[in-house]
Nanobody
Framework: QVQLVESGGGLVETGGSLRLSCTASGITFDRTAMGWFRQTPTMEREFVAAITWGGRNTRYGDSVKGRFTTSRDNAKNTVYLQMNDLKPEDTAVYYC??????????????????WGLGTQVTVSS
């Protein structure tokens, strides 16, 4: 049974930082591509970041490039999203996603097989 559990969300002021974590179980994590997405009630699920199974390659959505960084610790089955210089428009539920036995980075939500339940990030102005 695959489980992805996000943590680290919360309320932060504009310009602040948060680090999200996503811990996986039930998959061979070091052979799994991971991604981060976000969604609001008025917006479709938006690509935020992706990372290859070895962590060597990453990709970012245009709206977060230069502010967010994703990384992973395969020994801990955990992927991270470091979010700096947060803005009110970053307010959303953030989800991690997994694509087992996949080498590349993937930007579409349809590419992923498993999802976490999400963690709320709220940035106050």
């Amino acid at each position: 049974q695959v489980q992805l559990v996000e943590s680290g969300g919360g309320l932060v002021e504009t310009g602040g930082s948060l680090r999200l974590s996503c811990t996986a179980s039930g998959i061979t994590f070091d052979r799994t591509a991971m991604g981060w997405f976000r969604q609001t009630p008025t917006m479709e699920r938006e690509f935020v970041a992706a990372i290859t199974w070895g962590g060597r390659n990453t990709r970012y959505g245009d709206s977060v490039k230069g502010r967010f960084t994703t990384s992973r610790d395969n020994a801990k089955n955990t992927v991270y999203l470091q979010m700096n210089d947060l803005k009110p428009e970053d307010t959303a539920v953030y989800y991690c996603a997994a694509k087992p036995t996949a080498y590349n980075v993937y930007r579409s939500p349809d590419d992923y097989d498993y999802w976490g339940l999400g963690t709320q990030v709220t940035v106050s102005s």
